[in-house]
């Protein structure tokens, strides 16, 4: 019997920062000492330490391809790769960097995953589920992780994290995703949009909703019937994926990781402190 190849896929580590340094690096290193909020000290390492290692474990990852940071700002007992890209560079210019990086080391992928660097809490089980997920989605080209709302707010209670409300289940986006190469190259502006969409989005206030984002996608009239099943509670995920696969034409599918920490990064100072508690615990199960 021939055993199926385990698929391996590119890593794109998002290390940077916007060009005004948030509330949290203001709160949490008022000198400027840090280059980016992944080098902030978290538990005795630097924050980005725990996801690159948690990552580095798994057997379904071709490389780690930072993007935000140089060797000079830091080093790794394992190998990685430094994207050449500024580190307050946009989001689409850095993923573009990732993909000229691949193209030039001669590595291709029908996919690449996109990570973020400030989500100590998330671990090696989950992330190879989430590829285990990405192995069993051929032709998909826009995969989301999804992690139930009742499993972060029990962990992280009024995490304040951005919900999506379907009529069958409400889910919080987690730290790993994957685009293919092509929908990176034919969707900068989009991207562009999206990202700087989720950036108005008030974790701080009262009633944290998605409607920035939802604004942005309802200049797609193919959207608008899914909008509005969604407005009325009646939308479900399956009719989300379907009316984004239909509007933009890649093959969109969402996977469960039922896991708090996988949906959880630190945007704000109060994260610190809660993810320093919830990583301490698996540190020390009781």
């Known amino acids: 019997m021939v055993m199926q190849q385990e698929r391996k896929y590119p890593v794109f580590v998002m290390c940077g920062r916007d060009h005004q340094r948030s509330r949290l690096l203001k709160n949490i290193d008022p000198d400027e000492k840090y280059k980016s909020k992944a080098l902030l000290p978290f538990l005795g390492r630097r924050l980005i330490d725990w996801q690159l290692e948690a990552l580095n474990r798994s057997s379904y990852i071709e490389g780690l391809y ?10 790794f007992s394992f ?3 430094y994207v050449p890209v500024e580190t307050t560079a946009e989001f ?5 960097a990732g993909l000229e990086y691949l ?3 001669g590595k291709n992928s029908h996919l690449v995953v996109i990570s973020s660097s400030d989500a100590p809490g998330i671990q090696t089980p989950q992330i190879n589920q989430f590829f285990e997920h990405l192995n069993s989605l051929p032709g998909s080209e826009f995969v989301l992780s999804l992690v139930p709302e009742d499993r972060v707010e029990v962990a992280f209670p009024n995490s304040g994290r951005v919900v999506l409300r379907f009529r069958d289940q409400n889910l919080i986006l987690g730290e790993l995703f994957a685009l293919s190469p092509r929908a990176i190259r034919n969707n900068r502006k989009i991207i562009s949009q999206i990202s700087t969409r989720r950036l108005q989005i008030n974790r701080q206030a009262e009633k944290i909703n998605p409607k920035p984002v939802i604004r942005l996608l309802a200049q797609k009239p193919h959207m608008w019937g899914v909008i509005i099943k969604y407005l009325f ?5 399956e009719d989300a994926e379907r009316m984004i696969t239909k509007t933009f034409g890649y093959q969109t599918k969402g996977v469960i990781i039922s896991d708090a920490g996988f949906g959880m990064d ?5 994260d610190y402190e809660r993810l320093k508690s919830y990583v301490q615990a698996l540190m020390c199960p009781p």
């Not at 930072?66 to 080093?75: F, M, Q, T």
């Not at 509670?233 to 995920?237: E, I, K, N, V």
């Not at 630190?266 to 109060?270: A, F, G, Y």
């Open 66 to 75: 930072l993007l935000g940071l140089s060797a000079a700002d830091a080093r």
């Open 79 to 81: 190998p990685v790769h």
């Open 92 to 96: 689409p210019d850095k993923l573009a």
């Open 103 to 105: 193209s030039a080391i």
């Open 233 to 237: 509670g009646r939308a479900t995920l």
């Open 266 to 270: 630190i945007d704000l100072p109060e």
